[in-house]
């Protein structure tokens, strides 16, 4: 599967990017103004199939009003859109997701969600430069179609964790059991989670900052030893 970068970015990924970079120098105003300069901010990517949770992830964690780029799904879409499973979705995310958590004292993400439809991986490219890793939710019910965004963070050596969201009736799996069926790279983390709640949320991102700042100094190490 290729993911080849376009030269037709949407225009909403470079207002996000302004975006990110107008909270790191604001000092008014806004809550990200009140923080320390000495505080860092990190850069956090919410990827998965279409209708996985994504949205639902960021806006339930999300300590500022989150943007959104939703759209009404349309009869014109049903031909490229697969709906199989999620048959009462009624809306899509044509660009981004935008949202902002504070983890502890210092220490801030920014969390960008992918769109979920195969027509706009193009934007994966520019969404993920710079970004210290990703949480790729999962629906064990719909498992394949989270294949792509792991394929799309290990080709790319991005650190990731895989977030299974437990929809209400659909079956529990363990952790074990969807890495082996996803075949993980040993040593990659799988948690369950509620997209709903803010606190399953926070343990997710949690999770992946500690995860991603391992392999990160783990390759530092590497590349001076």
Same mark, same amino acid.
């Given at each position: 599967?290729?993911?080849?970068? @376009? =030269?037709?970015?949407?225009?909403? *990924?470079?207002?996000?990017? !302004? %975006?990110?970079?107008?909270?790191? #120098?604001?000092?008014? +105003?806004?809550?990200?103004?009140?923080?320390?300069?000495?505080?860092?901010?990190?850069?956090?990517?919410?990827?998965?199939?279409?209708?996985?949770?994504?949205?639902?992830?960021?806006?339930?964690? @999300? =300590?500022?009003?989150?943007?959104? *780029?939703?759209?009404?799904? !349309? %009869?014109?879409?049903?031909?490229? #859109?697969?709906?199989? +499973?999620?048959?009462?979705?009624?809306?899509?995310?044509?660009?981004?997701?935008?949202?902002?958590?504070?983890?502890?004292?210092?220490?801030?993400?920014?969390?960008?969600?992918?769109?979920?439809?195969?027509?706009?991986?193009?934007?994966?490219?520019?969404?993920?430069?710079?970004?210290?890793?990703?949480?790729?939710?999962?629906?064990?019910?719909?498992?394949?179609?989270?294949?792509?965004?792991?394929?799309?963070?290990?080709?790319?050596?991005?650190?990731?964790?895989?977030?299974?969201?437990?929809?209400?009736?659909?079956?529990?799996?363990?952790?074990?059991?969807?890495?082996?069926?996803?075949?993980?790279?040993?040593?990659?983390?799988?948690?369950?989670?509620?997209?709903?709640?803010?606190?399953?949320?926070?343990?997710?991102?949690?999770?992946?900052?500690?995860?991603?700042?391992?392999?990160?100094?783990?390759?530092?190490?590497?590349?001076?030893?």
């Amino acid at each position: 599967m290729a993911y080849e970068r @376009s =030269e037709n970015t949407a225009t909403g *990924t470079r207002d996000a990017t !302004s %975006r990110e970079a107008s909270f790191r #120098d604001t000092s008014s +105003g806004d809550p990200a103004g009140d923080l320390d300069s000495t505080a860092l901010a990190l850069k956090i990517l919410v990827a998965g199939g279409f209708g996985v949770g994504k949205t639902t992830l960021v806006g339930a964690v @999300s =300590e500022i009003r989150p943007l959104r *780029t939703e759209e009404q799904l !349309s %009869r014109a879409g049903e031909s490229v #859109d697969d709906t199989g +499973g999620v048959d009462q979705k009624t809306t899509t995310t044509v660009a981004m997701d935008f949202g902002r958590i504070t983890i502890r004292a210092g220490l801030s993400l920014y969390l960008f969600g992918t769109p979920g439809q195969d027509r706009f991986w193009f934007l994966w490219d520019d969404l993920s430069q710079g970004a210290l890793g990703a949480v790729v939710l999962a629906d064990t019910r719909r498992l394949e179609d989270c294949f792509p965004a792991v394929d799309y963070f290990e080709h790319r050596a991005i650190p990731f964790v895989v977030a299974v969201n437990c929809f209400p009736g659909a079956r529990t799996y363990g952790a074990h059991d969807v890495s082996r069926a996803l075949d993980l790279d040993r040593g990659t983390p799988v948690v369950l989670c509620d997209a709903r709640d803010r606190d399953s949320g926070k343990e997710v991102l949690i999770r992946l900052v500690e995860y991603a700042g391992r392999m990160h100094t783990r390759r530092l190490l590497d590349t001076v030893g």
